[in-house]
């Protein structure tokens, strides 16, 4: 079991910086891997950035590759860094665990937070 909890959504103008946390418990989180999603209105989720549970590989969407760095920390709190935002990354922002060592597009998460909504003006 895991619990997740988000933090750090909001509205911001584009080009501007945020940084969500996911701060997660329960006895196995060191061993997953944990990944950011997002949902925006009338499309389906998709995974944004993933991270292994050693911290040693990481995977990226190609629409945020070079302005998103996921991160975590020792107490398995999952970062994600946003820079350069663009009014296309307005969603709702879904932090993940999942069982499995998969860090790629084929990532599904097995337990996830509550969620956390982006807004980017243009």
């Known amino acids: 079991q895991a619990q997740l909890v988000e933090s750090g959504g909001g509205l911001v103008q584009a080009g501007a910086s945020l940084r969500l946390s996911c701060a997660t418990t329960g006895r196995m989180v060191n061993y997953y891997a944990l990944g950011w999603f997002r949902q925006a209105p009338g499309k389906e989720r998709e995974l944004v950035a993933a991270?292994?549970?050693?911290?040693?590989?990481t995977y990226y969407g190609d629409s945020v590759k070079g302005r998103f760095t996921i991160l975590r920390d020792n107490e398995n709190t999952v970062y994600l860094q946003m820079n350069s935002l663009k009014p296309e990354d307005t969603a709702v922002y879904y932090c993940?665990?999942?069982?499995?060592?998969?860090?790629?597009?084929?990532?599904?998460?097995?337990?996830w937070g509550q969620g956390t909504q982006v807004t980017v003006s243009s």
């Open positions: 991270i292994s549970w050693s911290g040693g590989t």
């Open positions: 993940a665990a999942s069982h499995s060592a998969v860090v790629d597009t084929g990532m599904r998460g097995d337990y």
